[in-house]
C-alpha cells in the first residue's frame, strides 16, 4: 500500500524526550516501511525515518521559539499533506482537527487517530468528519460514544513502544517514580503526598509547558526539596529509560481521563510496576496486581505502595511484549487500512454476456456472467 503518515508539526518524529503522539508514528512508520510498504512521512524536518520524509519547515514547531505565530506553519503542513495524499491509497491522520477539517479536500479516504479527547469547541470539526475514526482504548471510547460522528468507527488500537528498546531491570531500585508533564490533570501533586507519607524518596521529571508554569510555580515548585523531592525536569529518551529502570514503581495520580498513558508501558517493559488512579485507560493498561495497582485514592496508592514488592517485575515485562509492540499494532491498523480502502472502492457490476446462445459442452450448465469493473 501507499501509505501517508500525518504527525503533528509540534514535535520530530520520534521525540527527543516527550512527545506520545510522535513517539507512536514512529514505531508504527517503522513497521510499515519494514513490511514493505510504501510510506511517507509529513512531519517536522528534524524527524528521522526509514520512510521517505516530507516537510514544510526543518524543525519542530517547539523548538521554534523564535516564532511569534506558529498556526501559519501548522497550515502549511496540512497543505503539504493534502497535496500528498493524492498520491496515496490512504492518509493516516495523527494531526488531530486541522487536517479532518480539510478530509474532503482530496478523494484519498483517511483514518484519523485520536490520540487526545476532543473539547467543546472541536466538537464542531468532529460531528462534521465523515472519513474513518480510532481510539487508542476502550475507555476513550467509551468517553467519546456521546459524539454524534457520522464517519466510521473502526474500533479501538492500542498505543505501541519499541519494547527491546527498554532495558530489563529484574531488580529496580528504592525510588518512587513521576514522569510525566507537570500539569495539574497528572498530579505531580499527589504523587509528592504519597512519597512523604510512605517516607520514600521521588524523582519528579518532566516537562513544564508554558501554559502549566503558574501550576509549577504557584503549586510543585515548592514541594521540590532537593533531598526526598528531587526534580530532574524533562527526561530524554536516555534518561528516562534509566529513570524507570532503577525506579522502585511508577506514580500516576491521574486527574483526567488519559486515553492512553505511554508511560505505563514503558515503564512496565523496564520491569517497574505501575500504581494508577482509576482514570482512563489505567485498568485496561495495567493487570492488576501482577503489574501493578489500580486504585480509587491516594489513600489506597500509599497502601499499594506497600505492596510492590510482592509483584514479579519479569511479568511486567512479559504483559507489554505481548500487548503493546509495534507488530501488533501495525497488523491491526494494516487491516483497518484495508477495510478503509475497501469499503471506499466503487460497487463491482456483473452482467450477463449477451452472445446468442450456444449447445452447452458436455457438463456446462450454462453461460456464466463477465466481470466488466
Given amino acids: 500500500m501507499r501509505i501517508l503518515q500525518v504527525a503533528p508539526l509540534w514535535e520530530a518524529v520520534p521525540p527527543p524526550a516527550y512527545g506520545g503522539t510522535e513517539a507512536v508514528v514512529s514505531v508504527l512508520t517503522e513497521e510499515l516501511v519494514r513490511r514493505g510498504h510504501d510510506v511517507v512521512l509529513a512531519a517536522s ?3 528521522s525515518t ?3 520524509l516530507s516537510s514544510v519547515y526543518p524543525r519542530s514547531l517547539r523548538t521554534a521559539t523564535h516564532l511569534t505565530d506558529r498556526a501559519p506553519y501548522d497550515w502549511a503542513h496540512v497543505g503539504n499533506a493534502l497535496a500528498l495524499a493524492r498520491e496515496a491509497d490512504i492518509v493516516h491522520n495523527h494531526a488531530g482537527e486541522l487536517m479532518m477539517a480539510m478530509a474532503d479536500a482530496v478523494d484519498t479516504p483517511m483514518l484519523t487517530t485520536m490520540h487526545c479527547l476532543p473539547t467543546e469547541d472541536t466538537r464542531i470539526v468532529w460531528e462534521r468528519y465523515t472519513g474513518a475514526y480510532n481510539t487508542v482504548s476502550r475507555a476513550q471510547a467509551a468517553i467519546t460514544a456521546e459524539l454524534k460522528v ?15 528498546s527498554f532495558p530489563f531491570s529484574p531488580a529496580g531500585g528504592e525510588d518512587l517514580l ?31 509547558d508554558r501554559y502549566d508554569e503558574r501550576f509549577f510555580e504557584e503549586v510543585v515548585r515548592d514541594l521540590i526539596d532537593g533531598d526526598q523531592i528531587v526534580f530532574v525536569g524533562e527526561a530524554d529518551a536516555q534518561k528516562k529509560r534509566e529513570l524507570y529502570a532503577n525506579a522502585y514503581c511508577l506514580l500516576l495520580p491521574l486527574q483526567w481521563e488519559e486515553p492512553f498513558g505511554l508511560v505505563m508501558a514503558e515503564a512496565m517493559a523496564c520491569g517497574t510496576p505501575v500504581i494508577a488512579l482509576r482514570r482512563g485507560s489505567a485498568p485496561e493498561l495495567i493487570a492488576h496486581g501482577e503489574t ?3 486504585v480509587d485514592t491516594v489513600d489506597e496508592m500509599v497502601g499499594a505502595v506497600g505492596h510492590i514488592g510482592a509483584l514479579r517485575r519479569e511479568a511486567c515485562r512479559d504483559w507489554v511484549a505481548h500487548r503493546f509492540t509495534p507488530q501488533i499494532m501495525a497488523s491491526q491498523y494494516i487491516q483497518a487500512y484495508e477495510r478503509i480502502i475497501e469499503e471506499r472502492r466503487p460497487p463491482r457490476i456483473f452482467v450477463v454476456s449477451p452472445t446468442p446462445a450456444q449447445p452447452a459442452a458436455p457438463g456446462v450448465i450454462g453461460a456464466g456472467p ?3 469493473s
Fill in 45 to 47: 524536518g528534524d524527524s
Fill in 50 to 52: 526509514t520512510a521517505r
Fill in 150 to 164: 457520522p464517519g466510521t468507527f473502526v474500533g479501538h488500537i492500542y498505543n505501541s513502544i519499541d519494547v527491546e
Fill in 178 to 208: 513521576f514522569l510525566s508533564r507537570i500539569a495539574p490533570e497528572k498530579g505531580p501533586h499527589l504523587a509528592v503526598e504519597v512519597a512523604r507519607r510512605t517516607g520514600r524518596r521521588l524523582i519528579l521529571a518532566g516537562k513544564v
Fill in 292 to 294: 501493578g495497582f489500580v
Fill in 370 to 372: 463477465s466481470e466488466l
